[in-house]
């Protein structure tokens, strides 16, 4: 089946440490996106891929940091500059950027601090 | 983005339909209406989305008004597996942004 996979579902992180979160899709869309959910509270975009090799700040970019070199992956590095990052991180896709297509979603990862 | 306005909890019997509205008086001409719903630790869920005509696929339909102020979506036998939090949201661009959404119960 087609779909988005996070990995891993739980993660934790020391202070001063770098983590990533990794985020693949064999959905062949070209437009990836990561999203941070805090309890109670909706969604806030992190970064967007519209394409390989191309991405653009969201919302909160600040500690953040992606890369594209493949179509079908898009792995997020939570830096030791977010001072607050236990929240839970959602990838997800869509065949294009454009506001009449779905997204699709991973299962998230939660990342908490040690 | 323009805002939208739902009920915060609603309760259902299985295999009930369930209405569940939507306000947003301040939609643009050119925002979709999209409809997504999330269990408890897990991703959200594409459910339905559309413009101006009514809409249907295998999960729900969407009913718009003829203002496109308000939706509604239906879930036409509610189940167990539907009990989630369900958001509406306006789409101008390719940000999605989840309000509080509704509660869905459903009573067994």
């Known amino acids: 089946d087609g779909g988005i996979t996070q990995s891993p579902k739980y993660l934790f992180r020391k202070e001063g440490q770098n983590v990533t979160l990794s985020c693949e899709q064999n959905l062949n869309h070209d437009a990836m996106y990561w999203y941070r959910q805090d309890p109670g509270q909706g969604l806030r975009l992190i970064y967007y891929s519209q394409i390989v090799n191309d991405f653009q700040k969201g919302d909160i970019a600040e500690g953040y940091s992606v890369s594209r070199e493949k179509k079908e992956s898009f792995p997020l590095t939570v830096t030791s500059a977010q001072k607050n990052p236990t929240a839970f991180y959602l990838c997800a896709s869509s065949k294009d950027r454009g506001r009449n297509q779905p997204q699709h979603f991973g299962d998230g990862t939660r990342l908490s601090i040690l | 983005d323009a805002k939208t306005t739902q009920p915060n909890s609603m309760e259902s019997n299985e295999e009930e339909p369930v209405h569940l509205p939507c306000n947003h008086s301040t939609i643009s001409g050119t925002d979709y209406i999209h409809w997504y719903r999330q269990l408890p630790s897990q991703g959200p869920e594409y459910v339905i989305h559309g413009l101006t005509s009514n809409v249907n696929n295998r999960m729900a339909s969407l009913a718009i008004a003829e203002d496109r102020k308000s939706s509604t979506l239906i879930l036409h036998r509610a189940t167990l597996r539907d009990a989630a939090v369900y958001y509406c949201?306006?789409?101008?661009?390719?940000?999605?942004?989840f309000g509080a959404g509704t509660t869905v119960t459903v009573r067994a």
């Open positions: 949201i306006l789409r101008s661009d390719y940000k999605l942004s």
